[in-house]
């Protein structure tokens, strides 16, 4: 048996748009992977069992462009965003992505982790 994972804390009640499973699409997830600093967010999280702050996915970019691919990529479908206290929590909508598109998210992440191998770096991936 495996072990409980606390419950987070409830929502503050400030609801952020989110498509339906059946409202994403692929060519918005497709446009939101294809930028580097979104792909390192989608990497950080899926290498993550848990929700993650904003604060602790860093980005070499200012706060607004921050903001602004989290936007991205909420509501394209990739993520899910929700208020828990003053912090805006993320998680990967992986069950979705895959329900969706089987083996999309999988290939993206591996594929991404090959191109760091052949050119010796590291784009920030959790994956």
Not at 35 to 52: I, K, S
Not at 77 to 100: P, S
Request: neutral net charge.
């Amino acid at each position: 048996m495996q072990p409980q994972t606390p419950a987070p804390p409830p929502s503050t009640g400030r609801a952020l748009e989110h498509p339906a499973r059946g409202a994403i699409r692929l060519e918005d997830v497709l446009h939101a992977l294809s930028d580097p600093m979104r792909l390192r967010v989608v990497r950080t999280l899926a290498g993550e069992a848990r929700e993650l702050a904003c604060s602790d996915i860093e980005l070499p970019v200012s706060k607004s462009t921050t903001t602004h691919h989290f936007r991205v990529l909420r509501e394209c479908g990739v993520i899910n965003q929700i208020y828990r206290g003053t912090a805006k929590m993320n998680a990967l909508r992986r069950e979705d992505l895959d329900a969706l598109f089987p083996g999309l998210l999988d290939s993206v992440l591996l594929a991404a982790d090959g191109q760091d191998l052949r050119s010796g770096g590291s784009a920030g991936g959790g994956g």
